[in-house]
């Protein structure tokens, strides 16, 4: 991507803690910031890894953290896991829940201990009054079953969104964010979604890579990995379809993302 100096990013949701950043991870940085991301949110996978990601995020400024249990790691959670996340929320840098949901595409995790968790970790995203990065894949409405069953509004993101019309309404009615990534530049999978980016009201919008995942075209021809330099990428097709303005939609997704984990502009 070119570098802008009038656009300002926040890739919302990456798990740049992943091993696979370790021997770049201070080249990786530089090239996020010359493409404009000046800052970015680790998504926490489980308990053990937590720890990383808040290292992370007090060693490099741009960078926060997010502690959770996600759906494919739930098998191996315990009540031990939430009490060392517990102690990591009091954080400054720690500004969510997550990534906490269900997945029934890849069934790492059986449905009850997804299940269980998601509730409990539900339950403390509200004692601790922190907005939750959601996980959703193949549930066929079950995760908006709980949430509309647990509470009826929410400080959160439906993140990696690619689902239906309906679902769409349903999380914005229960007060969430729409997290979009790559996919939405993809030619044939992101079909949809970038019909449906139209219909999102453009103070919820959020944009994420969900690096080193779901890598965006045309980077996804030369990169295997993904990186928060390419969430420009996602920016420009939500622009392009919107018919806005880059810097002006990035303005607003970049409050809409720091008001959302509250981060003081």
Not at 157 to 175: A, M, S
Request: hydrophobic content about 40%; glycine content about 6%.
């Amino acid at each position: 991507m070119e570098p802008s100096h009038h656009i300002k990013l926040f890739d919302s949701h990456c798990h740049i803690d992943d091993r696979c950043y370790e021997n770049d991870f201070a080249a990786m940085l530089d090239r996020a910031q010359k493409a404009g991301v000046a800052s970015m949110l680790i998504a926490g996978v489980d308990a053990k890894g937590a720890p990383k990601a808040v290292r992370l995020a007090n060693r490099y400024n741009p960078i926060y953290a997010a502690v959770g249990v996600h759906p494919h790691d739930a098998r191996h959670c315990t009540e031990d896991d939430l009490v060392r996340l517990e102690a990591l929320r009091h954080d400054t840098k720690v500004v969510a829940v997550g990534e906490i949901g269900l997945d029934f595409n890849r069934m790492f995790s059986p449905r009850k201990d997804q299940e269980k968790w998601f509730i409990r970790l539900l339950e403390m995203a509200d004692q601790w009054n922190l907005p939750m990065i959601l996980h959703e894949r193949e549930t066929e409405g079950r995760l908006l079953e709980i949430l509309e069953a647990h509470n009826q509004s929410y400080n959160g993101v439906i993140h990696c969104f690619d689902g239906t019309e309906k679902e769409l309404y349903r999380y914005l009615d229960l007060g969430l964010h729409v997290g979009i990534t790559g996919i939405v530049t993809i030619q044939k999978r992101g079909e949809r979604l970038r019909q449906l980016v139209l219909k999102i009201p453009v103070d919820r919008i959020l944009i994420e890579t969900d690096a080193p995942y779901l890598t965006p075209a045309p980077e996804k021809n030369k990169f295997r990995r993904n990186e928060p330099a390419f969430v420009g990428r996602v920016l420009h097709k939500i622009a392009e379809m919107r018919g806005d303005e880059p810097e002006i939609l990035a303005k607003t997704i970049w409050d809409n993302t720091r008001r959302l984990l509250g981060i003081a502009t």
